[in-house]
């Protein structure tokens, strides 16, 4: 015959092992889910937009322009650059073709995600204005598209795809 307290120490156990047992599939569980209809890896603090839909609708503007020059520093705690940029087409915002325009983003290299904009580059910019201050990139990886042979073509890390309605107003195939 058993005594209690052997008894008790075997309920108790059987108890820790179905509670180790239910945290353990339940992590699994969380592990699985995690790794679903997720974005592309990321390391910085900024969204990423799925939809071609959700990109375009965070920018306040999008252009096709050309860098002409651009310096850096870290004044912000980051190594930044601003550049200037002509604006030659316009497919939404409230910016002039012609104008020259100032944005910022962080320097190419620096980090994990950074906007690989060179000085005579064109490109297709997915912005968010601030009148006071340079214009600065919707997203690292997603707010630019380099124009090569009359085609956006997105970085990388990027495989969101710009719509036909904005392609056909800045002019691109």
């Known amino acids: ?4 307290p052997t008894q008790r120490r075997r309920g108790a156990l059987a108890a820790l092992a179905a509670i180790v047992i239910l945290g353990l599939a339940l992590a699994g569980g ?8 997720a974005p592309p890896t990321s390391t910085a603090d900024e969204p990423y937009y ?5 990109l375009e609708a965070k920018a306040q503007a999008v252009i096709r322009a050309t860098i002409r020059s651009a310096t850096g520093d870290d004044r912000h705690g980051y190594p930044e650059t601003t550049a200037s940029a002509d604006v030659r087409a316009i497919a939404k915002g409230s910016l002039a073709v012609g104008q020259p325009i ?3 983003y962080t320097t ?3 980090g994990p995600e950074t906007a690989d904009l060179k000085v005579g580059g064109e ?6 204005l601030d009148g006071s201050n340079p214009a600065h990139l919707i997203n690292s990886t997603q ?3 380099q124009v090569t042979a009359g085609r956006a073509v997105a970085g990388p890390s990027n495989d969101v795809k710009l719509s036909p309605a904005v392609k056909t107003a800045l002019g691109l195939a």
């Open 30 to 37: 969380a592990w699985r889910l995690a790794g679903r209809d």
């Open 50 to 54: 799925a939809s071609t839909q959700d």
């Open 102 to 104: 100032a944005l910022s």
């Open 108 to 110: 190419p290299g620096s």
């Open 143 to 145: 707010g630019w598209y």
């Open 1 to 4: 015959m058993k005594t209690a």
């Open 123 to 128: 490109y297709v910019l997915l912005l968010e």
